[in-house]
């Protein structure tokens, strides 16, 4: 989820658009872009009538209350933004360090010793790097899962990457073309998810790790899986290790996650591109249809990983990483290596001798995460998921079983009877505030061997290139589709759109893979960092929402409007849309989440406001669906907002430490404990130079200690609930 470029010594390429694809823009399909000019002229009135027709105020509201459930309230003081290399938290909070990078999961195998001695083996038996999304799941005294259990669980952690300034190795990485095979073995067993049981104490609510549970457990980029769905046996995912295309190796970069009604966890992979390179000259070896596909996910002839794994030796651990054609067939080499990855992968926390599965009917795309609807008994499972690049699109699965409650504890075979058959589609935002689930089936939708983007040869090929199927059904691009979250009160679901320096002014020719603003995404403004930096097209980001047809998750119809636009509080009126003032102003929100009682839980990664404080994590009263009223926003295009934020809705909960970014939460069923993910403190700094001590840093101002990626535990001192 990092901002930052693909430039070494940080791997990361969040937000990278390979989206040329020639999709009309929502204000040139129905020619309702109003000028700022035309507003002011007529009144908001008009603007609503022109923009929204016979749709009026009862789709985008005209009241100012936020219409949001009457029992919750914001419980504690809003945090003052900060840069302090401290996790700072309100009066009456108190927080703990659960595990960081390379604290070992079992009795025999020592603490972490701040020097980078630890063996790339023992990271199979460690808390990886990156910490990122996870999920709690009650855990009964037989073993299974509980859903209502607070005292006892397993929790569930991504580990995205291996984060600079590398603090996994003694003096960092290995300067050099090739790299080290000890150290490449090191970061690949870092990268995945963790598994490890955790439990309250005699007295409080704060958890630690049982060290040495027997489901404690590591999941890497080398961990045999499966798959799952149409996608599974065809050709496309053939490789040398899994000649019929039924199996692979690993999980990579993964940013958020899920998690099923039945009880296991979902990891998704975003950044996979990071990990596979492809040798210059490959194109000579491919059809120009496969050539379509590889440019489509950035994978270009010449790409170098950042990490160059593929260089540590002629072992076939480390040639995997190259999606070169070397030999006679795809069953000869890795040339389908790519097609692999980026897909919604379940893990069975209850069963440590389970194969983890990776569920190709939801499409391969850089997922962000993948949430559940609420589970209804006789109805479709669905689940949503973001694709996180500039003007990549929304999409949602609807299974084709229908839910049955004695499917709790099945682990993966239910996991297969909900996931491997169902229908996948893709988001269309209308500028009147409504929109279109566009299926993506073979032979629907013009999803064919005819297609002239990509002749599509059967639902497979469908699936694994899903990005070129939305590209040809004219889905909406998003400024970067990142966490989305459904809100358990009233099933409305929510999705950030973190930022996009893509966008252009409505007046610009857009050239490559640049865009006008829209009526979904319609903020084109600068923002000046310290003053002199200039941050072009929609840098603070915003968070859609939207309401299913009749409150139905399967509905191939919604309607929707823009819940916060992400500002700094001295903003003009038109980039800061939603009003924030000082004690709820953010930038770039990524991680969403919503707990039990309806309570939403915005994280930030951001670069754009940086300056001024450390990213941070809010507490909102979220509202509904045509709470606000039609607006302008910076640059002149017309949206529809929902109601503004105030002091009652929307506070500022948690700062986190320097160079940071706040993602991944999780909370126990009685709302007394929270787990919240840092990620890469000190990113901005070296090992020879630091910038941040954290999480050391937490309780000791004058600690050098390497900074670690690390889970936190919030409790109320009262021992009360958190944030009601």
Known sequence: MSTKPVTAPTPMNDGESTNTSLNAHIDDIIAVRLSRRGVLKGGIAATTTALFGSLGLSACGGSSSTSGDSTLSLGFEAVAKNKNDVVTI?????????HALGDPLTATDADWANNGSETADSYNRRIGDGHDGMHYFGLSDAGAYQADRSDRGLLCVNHEYVVGPFALHPSGRTAGASRTASEVDKEINAHGVSVCEIRRGSSGNAMTVVRSSTYNRRITSATPMNFGGAARASSLLKTKYSADGTATRGTNNNCANGYTPWGTYLTCEENFTNVISRATGDNANRSAKEITGLNRYGMTQGRKSPYFWETAGTDDLYVRWSASVTGATAAD??????NTFG??????????TSTPVKHTALGRFAHEGCWPCNAVAGKPVVFYTGDDSRNEYIYKFVSKALWDAADVGKGMTAGAKYMDEGTLYVARFNADGTGNWIELTYGKNGLDASNVTYAFADQADVL???????DSVGATKMDRPEWGAVNP???EVYMTLTNNSNRVAPTATPSGSQLKPDTANPRYYEDLKSGTTSQ????????????????DPAATTF????YLFGAEAAAAADVNLSGLTDINDFSSPDGLWFDRNGMLWIQTDDGAYTDVTNCMMLAAIPGKVGDGTAAVAAGGTA???GANATSATLRRFLVGPKDCEITGIAMTPDRKTMFVNVQHPGEDGSLAAPTSAWPSSQTDASSTRRPRSATIVITRTNGGEIAV
């Open 536 to 551: 072009k097209g929609n840098p603070n980001g915003h968070i859609i929402r939207w309401r299913e047809a009749g409150n």
């Open 639 to 641: 949206t529809i907002k």
């Open 333 to 338: 080499d890795y040339r389908n290596v790519f």
């Open 559 to 562: 309607a929707w409007d823009i």
């Open 343 to 352: 897909w919604v992968v379940e893990i069975d926390p209850f069963n440590p």
């Open 489 to 491: 009160v009233n099933g």
């Open 90 to 98: 309100p009066a009456g909070y108190e927080v703990s360090i659960l």
């Open 464 to 470: 694994v290139h899903a990005r070129l199927a939305g």
